[in-house]
């Protein structure tokens, strides 16, 4: 098992950049970051491997969001550049054992979410 604690949302503007944090403790698993808009359904947005390897992304943000981590510290980061107002959705870190793609029926644990607005 293992927990994960999200941080970093907030309100921004179209063209801003921010980055989430996902804190987590336990085993090392695989990563996956998703975003879920009202009334919509939850997307994968970006992962990677338990050791940060192989980053994969959605291609509505490859290019503008980047995976990283800080092993020491436990922390995944999802760092959003050029955000559009699009973009406004609940950001959720989740681990799999098995993958760190689209597939969320083989994420194990999930995050609370972070709420992401983006103003135009």
């Known amino acids: 098992q293992v927990h994960l604690v999200e941080s970093g949302g907030g309100l921004v503007q179209a063209g801003d950049s921010l980055r989430l944090s996902c804190v987590a403790s336990?085993?090392?698993?695989?990563v996956g970051w998703f975003r879920q808009a009202p009334d919509k359904e939850r997307e994968f947005v970006a992962g990677?491997?338990?050791?940060?390897?192989?980053?994969f992304y959605a291609d509505s943000v490859n290019g503008r969001f980047t995976i990283s981590r800080d092993t020491d510290k436990n922390t995944i980061f999802l760092q959003m550049d050029s955000l559009k107002p699009e973009s406004t959705d609940i950001y959720s870190c989740?681990?799999?054992?098995?993958?760190?793609?689209?597939?969320?029926?083989?994420?194990?644990?999930w995050g609370q979410g972070n709420q992401v607005p983006v103003s135009s």
């Open positions: 989740a681990a799999s054992k098995v993958t760190w793609k689209n597939s969320q029926d083989l994420y194990d644990n």
């Open positions: 336990g085993r090392a698993y695989h």
């Open positions: 990677f491997t338990a050791t940060g390897a192989q980053p």
